[in-house]
């Protein structure tokens, strides 16, 4: 009889300890929960770093207290993000020249790595030249005015679980306002030079970039109305889905515990990947409008008609050398970096993902495939003319972001998801269709390619 | 703090800037920005008076939201009636467009 | 908070008044944008944040872009040469626009609501907006997006070419 009864007591111990380490699994969220404990730690490694130097404040004068909350926001970004410019430069380089067949640069430093620093000493000891009939004030101003912007679009980005210059409740708002700054600044620069090709490249920027603003505004819109709020990191935070695990009371053997293991780490991909916005039709739809508006927005190939080179020399930044074009260079591509950043926050889950890499880790990483694409393009496409640059944002962007809102509305509003996924995904693949086949025109020919 | 009265002065002086603007300028379009400009300070009022007289419902809010909207599309279509009279006119100066037959 | 207000008002003073004033018309325009952003900062004092970053999309990314557009499509920069930016009776308007100040100040003393502080300040969720944009101010809103619709329309027939048989005015 007790031995009956011992087993059931050692039943009853063994069916404890499996749930204890299922629990503890559970909340650590990890498939090999060993590490969670050092993945938290570097995951909140530099929040850690920043509470613990605000907790030395405590006490001081709250001026200071203020001061050194600023320096802390301010200065890692001046840090970070002109590095990855730096190495941004070099990176589209040698890719530019890897897509063209040829070296690119590999005289400084290995494999040409110093290449940004001498580019960068370069700009600073050449002569700032202002052409004698230009407007010397808003000639200066210009530079300054696109780097401020360009910066300031950054502090809406979260960049990590918890991780975040400023959390505005108007994040993807500010955003936009920031970038309308830049659109100016690019016009006074284009008109102070006093130069023709420079005020004919303004005048090509802002046409284009008010042109585009409507549908990149619009496909984010999606992820606004989906999600329900204006900031970034709720945005960020609603792309997981709340998957459970049901874990086994007990484990029987190696099969069941392989299987646990394997839905484990499925649930795992799924909470952190699949809840995405880009893996829902609206949110697909909406990231290419965001990504191929967003090059139109950057001037960037094969956008860049307001700095064709083989027209108009170099658009609005002709008549600027020395610092101030490297100011221009470095505004272009730090607004580079945060348009990739808002389309990973929007769509692509921000900082979310499987947890092999922190949680910035994650965001630079989707940042920098981003813009791997985006010199991908750029050593692809060739420019396009004024009027298919018109006519695809007002045909086709356009009618696509409205219709995308309408299939967000709907997915909103259908109960059952798989139900929501097939239908807008059906409604916007036949609106694309429709709306090409109206664009491009009906006889669209088989390209044929020559293989040199 | 500032108080309702700073901020109702303080849009005065704004109205008043953007009135002289529009009275005294020979040029359509600095007419326009005049006008522009009227509109704002009116909406610091709405916002003002939202933000130190309670109860705070967002009425202030929501009446300078449609009032930014009316002043974008009269900026739009002043701007387009300006663009249009310098094409029959050949000039933007507002004592040049004096004549009704034309 | 009293400085930052005085530093506002400063700032949306002096650009305002060098907009209306400056004989240059772009840089009448770079004035009037420095003012724009003035007004979106006294909104963002006012904890009015949305309406902030309204006043700078729309008025910054819009208007001021449309004023610049006009200004270049009119190609007449800095007015003739030796003729005054004022119009003629320029005296009188000035006197006009200050009678009216002068008016709004005596009207504005002595208010008995002018003096209240309100005890903590009110704020505004964007969501609040978004829902009385739907149900109690739907009406107007509907309005609006109509009258949009016909000044986009409006602006875009005033704006398109004249016929080429029907010549301007000989200059």
Redo the contacts between chains.
């Keep these: 009889m007790w031995k009956l009864e011992q087993l059931h007591i050692f039943h009853k111990y063994r069916v404890e300890i499996c749930r204890q380490r299922a629990q503890c699994f559970a909340q650590l969220e990890s498939p090999c929960g060993g590490g969670a404990f050092m993945y938290e730690f570097i995951d909140q490694f530099f929040v850690k770093i920043g509470r613990r130097i605000l907790e030395q404040t405590q006490g001081w004068d709250p001026w200071a207290a203020a001061a050194v909350s600023l320096i802390l926001t301010i200065v890692p970004i001046l840090l970070v993000f002109p590095t990855i410019f730096a190495l941004t430069t070099w990176a589209e380089r040698k890719l530019l020249g890897r897509i063209q067949n040829r070296m690119g640069p590999n005289r400084v430093g290995p494999v040409g790595l110093f290449q940004p620093v001498a580019d960068g000493i370069k700009t600073l000891t050449k002569e700032d030249i202002v052409p004698a009939r230009a407007?010397h004030f808003?000639h200066t101003?210009a530079p300054i005015l696109t780097v401020i912007a360009a910066f300031l679009a950054l502090t809406v980005l979260p960049m990590g679980r918890n991780m975040i210059p400023a959390d505005?409740?108007?994040g993807v708002?500010?955003f936009?306002?920031?970038?309308?700054?830049s659109?100016?600044a690019i016009?006074?620069a284009g008109?102070?030079s006093r130069n023709k090709y420079s005020l004919l490249g303004g005048?090509r920027a802002?046409a284009q970039m008010?042109s585009y603003?409507i549908p990149f505004v619009l496909s984010a819109l999606t992820a606004v109305m989906i999600v329900?709020?204006?900031s970034t990191v709720k945005i960020v935070e609603a792309q997981t889905l709340g998957w459970v695990v049901e874990d086994p009371v007990v484990f029987t053997g190696f099969g069941e515990r392989l299987w646990w293991f394997l839905e484990r780490v499925w649930y795992h991909f799924g909470n952190h990947v699949l809840g995405w916005h880009v893996f829902q039709p609206w949110g697909f739809f909406g990231f290419m409008i965001f990504f191929i508006a967003a090059l139109a927005e950057l001037n960037r190939s094969p956008f860049d008609i307001p700095e064709a080179e083989s027209e108009i020399v170099a658009g609005h930044h002709t008549e600027y050398s020395g610092f101030k074009f490297a100011l221009f260079f470095m505004a272009e591509y730090i607004s580079m970096m945060a348009i990739c950043g808002l389309g990973v926050t929007l769509f692509l889950g921000g900082w979310n993902g499987p947890k092999i890499l922190p949680s910035w880790g994650w965001f630079f990483l989707k940042i920098f495939v981003l813009m791997f694409v985006m010199i991908w393009v750029r050593g692809t496409f060739p420019r396009v003319r004024v009027d298919q640059l018109m006519g695809f944002a007002w045909k086709l962007l356009l009618p696509m972001s409205l219709l995308n809102i309408f299939a967000a509305g709907a997915w909103h509003h259908i109960p059952s998801r798989p139900l929501a996924w097939a239908l807008t995904a059906v409604f916007l693949g036949s609106a694309y269709q429709i709306l090409s086949v109206f664009v491009a025109g009906r006889n669209i020919q088989k390209r044929m390619y020559r293989y040199a | 703090m500032p108080t309702l009265a700073d901020y109702l002065t303080l849009a005065a002086i704004l109205f008043c800037i953007g009135l002289a603007g529009a009275l005294t300028r020979r040029n359509a379009i600095i007419v326009l920005v005049g006008i522009e400009m009227m509109l704002n300070a009116a909406n610091i009022n709405l916002v003002a008076f939202w933000h130190f007289l309670p109860p705070a419902t967002g009425t202030g809010q929501i009446f300078a939201l449609f009032a930014i909207a009316i002043a974008g599309a009269e900026a739009a279509v002043g701007l387009a009636l300006v663009i249009a009279v310098y094409r029959h006119f050949r000039s933007v100066s507002v004592e040049d467009i004096a004549g009704l037959k034309g | 908070m009293k400085f930052v207000f005085y530093i506002l008002a400063t700032w949306t003073m002096t650009s305002g008044l060098l907009a209306v004033t400056m004989r240059n018309m772009?840089?009448c325009a770079?004035a009037l944008?420095a003012f724009f952003?003035g007004i979106?900062g006294i909104f963002f004092s006012l904890h009015a944040?949305?309406l902030g970053?309204?006043q700078?999309?729309v008025y910054?990314?819009?208007i001021?872009?449309l004023i610049?557009?006009a200004i270049?499509l009119t190609r007449n920069l800095t007015g003739q040469e030796g003729v005054s930016p004022f119009s003629g009776g320029a005296a009188w308007g000035w006197a006009a626009s200050l009678a009216v100040f002068c008016a709004m100040y005596y009207s504005l003393q002595d208010h008995p609501r002018c003096a209240v502080i309100p005890e903590a300040s009110p704020s505004l969720?964007?969501?609040e907006i978004g829902r009385l944009l739907m149900t109690r101010y739907a009406v107007p809103f509907e309005v609006i997006s109509l009258l949009l619709t016909a000044a986009l329309v409006g602006a875009v027939v005033l704006a398109l070419d004249e016929p080429k048989n029907k010549p301007g005015l000989p200059k």
């Design positions: 407007d808003v101003l505005l409740h108007i708002l500010f936009f306002a920031v970038g309308s700054i659109e100016v016009f006074l008109w102070s005048m802002i008010v603003e329900g709020s204006l | 772009m840089h770079a944008i952003a979106a944040d949305f970053a309204v700078v999309i910054v990314g819009a001021a872009v610049l557009f270049m969720a964007v969501d």
